[in-house]
């Protein structure tokens, strides 16, 4: 983030550059088209209505979803095409709220499992609109997803529950690293895995029309192929580790935590009012410390308490006074949204709008 932080701003705060959201957005929906593909953005990393409106005005298809409660917010706030792109396990009260999610909106829900597929067919089974399901496959990342010549049984499985199969999909997490060449191999292992997938479900005369994959490190790897969705997230605001690995510049970060100077014990260190509770914890191996200061390019955040930020700076830099308001780019923004009640967002340093972020917390 490039731009000026608001004078008086209460911190910490979240902050959005609404001209970078704006133009990240229409950057990824221009190329999704240009090379062909559907565009359903992961909202996990936003949470928020506002910026949700802007993606679909934007062409996105519809949006991804991690949660069920995700998906609750977001149809509260107008949004009638959902993907719950997670392999659902269901206990009664997330079969009753599925269920009536079902009845308002288009929902295409994960699977990747014969058990699962049948309580997706029970809770669903006489909904007001026809259920789509996407069979999970693991493209190379080995977290969740089957292996793509066994997504044909998931997908059997889910037909014989009474649920519409329509395709499958991906997460290539494995392209999350340093290395271009690392992205480029994960987006072609994705290809791979999602096309031997989708052959299995054809195999057995079942529909497989919609072939998603993509991430923001690997969205930029894209060619010609099996894969025709693409589900990116971060891209909306980008952080520290996409930075770091290269997908993005620091004329693309559209968001930053806002903290105050709150101490200065050292000529090379200064601490601010920000701490896990706002940044979040989360660290990677291609970033050092626990955030990037865009005034401050070689500092490293080398401590960070709950409501505090330790920052060091190289020999010979000379640090912010007490009170100095700091923007501090998260190493993975998911999280700081995640904590967040709200957004506060700017143009040209000046506070423009507050946005709620409605589906914070809605982890279930």
């Known amino acids: 983030m490039t731009t000026p932080l608001p004078d008086g701003l209460p911190s910490p705060a979240l902050v959005v550059d609404l001209d970078v959201l704006d133009r990240n957005i229409a950057r990824m929906a221009e190329a999704s088209r240009a090379h062909g593909f559907a565009l359903r953005p992961h909202a996990k990393s936003h949470k928020c209505p506002q910026i949700a409106e802007r993606q679909l005005r934007s062409g996105a298809r519809g949006l991804s979803v991690a949660t069920i409660g995700e998906a609750e917010a977001l149809a509260r706030s107008g949004v009638d095409d959902l993907f719950v792109a997670y392999p659902v396990w269901l206990d009664a009260d997330k079969a ?84 271009p060449t690392a992205r480029e191999r994960a987006a072609r292992d994705e290809e791979r ?31 010609p192929g099996p894969v025709n969705e693409l589900r990116p997230g971060v891209y909306v605001f980008n952080d520290a580790l996409q930075l770091a690995i290269g997908t993005c510049d620091v004329s693309d970060l559209a968001l930053a935590a806002a903290g105050t100077v709150v101490s200065v ?77 709200e957004l506060v967002v700017v143009r040209e340093g000046e506070v423009v709008d507050r946005w709620a972020v409605t589906a914070r917390g809605a982890n279930t």
């Not at 029309?209 to 991430?215: A, F, I």
């Not at 940044?279 to 955040?301: C, E, K, M, N, R």
């Not at 330790?310 to 700091?326: M, S």
């Open 96 to 179: 009753r709220r599925l269920r009536r999610l079902a009845d308002d909106v288009a929902l295409r829900v994960g699977v990747e499992s014969v058990e699962g597929a049948r309580r997706l067919g029970d809770a669903l089974r006489g909904s007001a609109r026809t259920v789509e399901v996407l069979v999970e496959v693991d493209s190379g990342v080995h977290r969740t997803g089957v292996l793509p010549d066994a997504a044909g049984e998931i997908g059997k499985a889910a037909d014989d529950a009474g649920l519409r199969v329509v395709g499958v999909f991906t997460f290539p997490g494995h392209g999350y690293a340093h290395d």
């Open 193 to 223: 895995a999602l096309s031997e997938a989708a052959g299995s479900l054809r195999h057995l005369g079942l529909g497989a029309h919609v072939v998603s994959g993509g991430s923001t490190p690997t969205a930029g790897q894209w060619q």
């Open 265 to 341: 014990p050292a000529p090379d260190r200064f601490v601010l009012d920000l701490g896990s509770k706002v940044l979040g914890a989360d660290t990677s191996p291609w970033v050092t410390g626990h955030g990037y200061l865009p005034a401050f390019p070689q500092a490293t955040i080398t401590g960070l308490w709950e409501h505090h930020a330790i920052v060091h700076l190289p020999e010979g830099v000379r640090g912010p006074h007490l009170g100095a308001l700091i923007a501090v780019v998260p190493n993975h923004v998911c999280t700081p949204v995640n904590l967040a009640d």
